[in-house]
């Protein structure tokens, strides 16, 4: 039983720090309203990692006031 909330810490540190080192390089100020916003990648995988980083990215809108999106600004 150890072993396995060992190995869940662990997947969960990892995910978290994914997460992290995502909005971390991948920042952008809009100018249309000077908010700064994670950018996810335009297309399915983009999709994919603002689902999956979603229970993250409402946290961290939370507590820091970041926002997300997915692909650049028009």
């Not at 540190?13 to 080192?21: F, I, K, N, Q």
């Not at 297309?43 to 970041?66: C, E, F, H, N, V």
């Amino acid at each position: 039983m150890r072993r396995l909330a060992t190995v869940v810490l662990l997947a969960f540190l990892v995910y978290l720090g994914s997460y992290v080192g995502f909005r971390q390089t991948s920042q952008e100020v809009w100018q249309k309203d000077g908010q700064t916003y994670v950018i996810f990648p335009a297309g399915k995988i983009g999709q994919a990692l603002y689902y999956a980083w979603r229970p993250l990215s409402r946290g961290d809108r939370a507590l820091t006031g970041m926002r997300s999106h997915i692909g650049p600004h028009p």
